[in-house]
């Protein structure tokens, strides 16, 4: 069996995955838009949400690896205990 705080580490590193390719299909249909649109604009709004997700994602496997028994070096202290389900 799975414990609990394993679990809870995979489905963030899942959740933050499947927003990033919701961006990314985002991204990816505002290149179909006809010329008229500002793609631009919407482009570097998906941008920077596709980069703050991808910190996001990374925060969440780091805290499956500390989960697991290993260490990361940027995680806080209350991050590095609820990866180990200490929170």
């Known amino acids: 069996m799975v414990p609990d705080h394993q679990r809870t580490n995979y489905e963030r590193t899942a959740e933050c995955l499947d927003d990033l390719r919701a961006l990314m299909f985002a991204s990816d ?10 793609r631009q604009k919407y ?10 997700k991808l910190d996001e994602v990374e925060r969440a496997h780091a805290m499956e690896w500390v989960g697991l028994g290993g260490k990361y070096p940027t995680l806080t202290d209350d991050e590095m205990a609820q990866a180990k389900g200490a929170a």
């Not at 249909?29 to 500002?38: G, H, I, K, Q, T």
């Not at 482009?43 to 703050?52: K, Q």
């Open 29 to 38: 249909e505002l290149a179909r838009l006809p010329a008229e649109y500002e």
């Open 43 to 52: 482009a570097a709004t998906l941008m920077t949400l596709a980069l703050e």
